[in-house]
């Protein structure tokens, strides 16, 4: 099982794409990637909404999110997200352990 939050970053005059910049820039996001746990954290922009910025980020289970909520990164994060006044709306999925259902793969171009 693994956990996948979707944290979509919202701000104004770029500021969630300047936040995105800041954390890969400084060195936290590689930290993060660091983390044991951690499977994924990466940045997207959806072309429709240029004032967000999509985390994807994927942990191997609650407890692995939970050393990061604890660790010091988060504080960082926070202090970013304030920097650049952003608001924050928040998905949770868990995996699929069956995976992609043999129907659906005809659907599924490699």
């Given at each position: ?25 400084s060195g936290t ?82």
């Amino acid at each position: 099982m693994s956990i996948t939050v979707n944290i979509y970053y919202t701000g104004e005059n770029g500021n969630a794409r300047k936040f995105a910049e800041e954390m890969v820039q400084s060195g936290t996001v590689d930290k993060i990637r660091n983390e044991e746990g951690n499977l994924r954290y990466a940045y997207f922009q959806p072309f429709d909404d240029p004032e967000t910025i999509l985390l994807i980020d994927q942990w191997t289970s609650q407890d692995a999110i939970d050393v990061h909520h604890a660790s010091p990164m988060m504080q960082t994060i926070a202090k970013l997200r304030e920097k650049y006044g952003l608001k924050m709306r928040v998905e949770r999925y868990i995996s699929d352990e069956d995976g992609i259902p043999e129907k659906d793969n005809k659907f599924i171009v490699k």
